[in-house]
Nanobody
Framework: QVQLVESGGGLVQAGGSLSLSCTASRSGFGINAMGWYRQAPGKQRELVATIIRDGRTNYADSVKGRFTISRDNAKKTVYLQMNSQKPEDTAVYFC??????????WGQGTQVTVSS
């Protein structure tokens, strides 16, 4: 069973920066897509950013130009650099991996709070 271990997150003031990382607990499987999603209180989980194996990325309009997703395939790790943060970025952030047979794995979630 693969587990995704997230780190980072916390409290930051508006305009500040935080970074997240997420690593798979074991090797020996290929990962196609990696991504970050977030869920604010009372709202549905939404896509933040994804990156596929060849490095192509996709971002939610709300974070374009402020967030950067990257990955290290050898380390089975995905990163999210969050700059110029806004109070509306406050949410629990989840990483998601999809392997080469389309099994999906989720991280446990990490809280990001942006104060105004």
């Amino acid at each position: 069973q693969v587990q995704l271990v997230e780190s980072g997150g916390g409290l930051v003031q508006a305009g500040g920066s935080l970074s997240l990382s997420c690593t798979a607990s074991r090797s020996g499987f290929g990962i196609n897509a990696m991504g970050w999603y977030r869920q604010a209180p009372g709202k549905q989980r939404e896509l933040v950013a994804t990156i596929i194996r060849d490095g192509r990325t996709n971002y939610a309009d709300s974070v374009k130009g402020r967030f950067t997703i990257s990955r290290d395939n050898a380390k089975k790790t995905v990163y999210l650099q969050m700059n110029s943060q806004k109070p509306e970025d406050t949410a629990v952030y989840f990483c998601k991996f999809e392997d080469q047979v389309r099994r999906v794995y989720w991280g446990q979630g990490t809280q990001v709070t942006v104060s105004s």
